[in-house]
């Protein structure tokens, strides 16, 4: 297991930007492809970016394509999504996990886009 702890959500108006951001606690964090994934109430889960632990390849879902870049910092256990123009369908619940995902979920950082 490794803890995770998501932080940068807010209320945003459409076309503006968050950066959000994930602590993993452990030292394995560097060993896992990293992901960044949203849930809408009564809807499943997805998975929004991702990339691995070499920052060679990263993945997007095509509604966040061009407009979101996944990073990370392996020597401060942190990943990022930054996201930019921001859409009222973006509004959902973000969280970090490994890619697959662990069991253990952390609270997460509410995103909301509305004007």
């Known amino acids: 297991q490794v803890p995770l702890v998501e932080s940068g959500g807010g209320l945003v108006q459409p076309g503006g930007s968050l950066r959000l951001s994930c602590v993993a606690s452990?030292?394995?964090?560097?060993?896992?492809?990293m992901g960044w994934y949203r849930q809408v109430l009564g809807k499943q889960r997805e998975l929004v970016a991702s990339?691995?632990?070499?920052?060679?390849?990263?993945y997007y879902v095509d509604s966040v394509k061009g407009r979101f870049t996944i990073s990370r910092d392996n020597a401060k256990n942190t990943v990022y999504l930054q996201m930019n123009s921001l859409k009222p369908e973006d509004t959902a619940v973000y969280h970090c996990?490994?890619?697959?995902?662990?069991?253990?979920w952390g609270q997460g950082t509410q995103v909301t886009v509305s004007s």
């Open positions: 990339i691995t632990r070499t920052e060679i390849t990263e």
């Open positions: 452990g030292s394995i964090f560097n060993i896992y492809t």
């Open positions: 996990n490994l890619v697959p995902y662990s069991p253990t």
